[in-house]
Nanobody
Framework: VQLQASGGGSVQAGGSLRLSCATS????????IGWFRQAPGKDREFVAL???????LHADSVKGRFTISRDNAKNMVYLRMNSLSPEDTAVYYC????????????????WGQGTLVTVSS
């Protein structure tokens, strides 16, 4: 399963970015697709997850600021990030949930290559 993340970059605090994740039609229809992130010196952290039927789940740390969405026609998943702060600086990974706790990185067998988001104060 290939997951191609894009859209990272550098932004000032308070700014916005939108990340995109492209995958195959089979993977898109089989798995819930979402995002993890890893800040420098920290473990990978759950960010958000989206199901084909439309349900979503967001981590408390991003709730109200980040929004995950998907375009079923294009097999794309997006992460809209608003009100960014330096604490959001991390490599963001697109992931496919293959079983288990949604917040555990061990529940995601497939990972994209990551896209770097840098937020300056």
């Amino acid at each position: 399963v290939q997951l191609q993340a894009s859209g990272g970059g550098s932004v000032q605090a308070g700014g916005s970015l939108r990340l995109s994740c492209a995958t195959s039609e089979w993977a898109f229809s089989t798995y819930a697709i979402g995002w993890f992130r890893q800040a420098p010196g920290k473990d990978r952290e759950f960010v958000a997850l989206s199901w084909r039927r439309g349900d979503t789940l967001h981590a408390d740390s991003v709730k109200g600021r980040f929004t995950i969405s998907r375009d079923n026609a294009k097999n794309m998943v997006y992460l809209r990030m608003n009100s960014l702060s330096p604490e959001d600086t991390a490599v963001y990974y697109c992931v496919a949930h293959t079983g288990g706790s949604f917040q555990s990185k061990d529940s995601y067998k497939y990972w994209g290559q990551g896209t770097l988001v840098t937020v300056s104060s």
